[in-house]
Structures are given as C-alpha cells and as structure tokens.
C-alpha cells in the first residue's frame, strides 16, 4: 500500500512538472499568453556598451491599436541589471535626460523610442552584449499586461551609418 501511494505521487508530480516544463517551453518559442494581446512592438535594438561605459540606449516602436492608453511603467533586458525607460527634454536652453516612472502610450497611437527622445537607458551588464545577438526584452504595464519581445544587439556605428534594421525585434504580445 505505502509503495502503491509513492507511485501515484510521484506519478502526480512528475505530470505536474512535465505541464509546467512544455507549457515554459511552448512560451519560450513564441507563444504568447498572458496580457495584452493588442500591444505590438517594432524594431527594438540595444546599443552594445561602448569599452567602459556604464550604461547604454535601448530604442524601439509600441503601438497601441487599442481604444485604450496603456502606462508603460518598467522594462527588463536580458543580461543587465537595470533598465530605466528616460526622455530627453529641452530645458533653459539645453538638452537633458530625465527618468520617466510611467509613459502613456496613447490609444490609436504609437511612440517611438529614439536618440533625442525617449529611450530605455540599460545599466550595469552582467554579461557582453554582443552585436548581432537576440536579447529578450520585457515590458510591463501598470494594468499588470506584459510584452515579450526581442531587441538586436547593434553596434553605434550601425545606429546612425544607414544600416537597414532586420525585423528582429517585431512582435505582437500579451
């Protein structure tokens, strides 16, 4: 009896693990289920770190096709430790960044991140970022809505020399 109770939960629990595991995977490859369906994201890139530098810009396109805003509250990049979502703002004459806790994205609308607006400041790698690499790029929203995406890992010289952007980076998520 005590062995026939053992088998069943190991039975019970190695099923259990095993919904969870292909349930993670299918996530992984593309499958996309939680939150917002009707958010979409464009051309997301990540500048490599330039020898020393303690941080660097992420850019990208979110639009919402929505009859609602959506509050971009934070973000999270593969392989750093911090990701601050910042605009450039004209101030007495000159040019300054400033952190952005919360970011409409209008309904009807998108906003585009790029250099001399908002952008996503990314800090302290925890491994390089190698150009050409897929890193995953997270998007959270203030209703608890989600957006699982990847950003290309570019060099500056690519940024501003003309290099057309792959697609990399284009996806519709939760």
Do not use: C, W
Not at 132 to 142: D, H, I, V
Request: glycine fraction near 8%; aromatic fraction near 6%; charged fraction near 20%.
């Amino acid at each position: 009896m005590k062995s026939s109770v053992i088998k069943t939960l190991i039975f019970a629990l190695s099923t259990f693990i095993g919904f969870n595991a292909s349930a993670h995977q299918g996530h992984e490859h593309g499958e996309h289920h939680h939150g917002s369906e009707q958010l979409s994201v464009h051309n997301a890139t990540v500048r490599a770190f330039l020898p020393a530098a303690p941080s660097t810009a992420g850019y990208l396109v979110i639009e919402n096709p929505t009859q609602q805003n959506k509050v971009l509250v934070k973000a999270a990049l593969e392989g750093v430790k911090r990701v601050e979502i910042h605009e450039h703002v004209h101030k007495e004459d000159m040019m300054k960044m400033q952190r952005v806790d919360e970011l409409v994205i209008p309904a009807g609308k998108s906003v585009t991140f790029q250099p001399g607006g908002y952008h996503l400041m990314v800090f302290e790698p925890i491994e390089t970022l190698k150009v050409g690499e897929q890193r995953k790029l997270t998007l959270y929203f203030a209703d608890g809505d989600r957006i699982f995406t990847v950003a290309e890992v570019v060099a500056l010289a690519d940024m501003f020399g003309g290099k057309e952007k792959s697609n990399a980076g284009h996806h519709s998520h939760h």
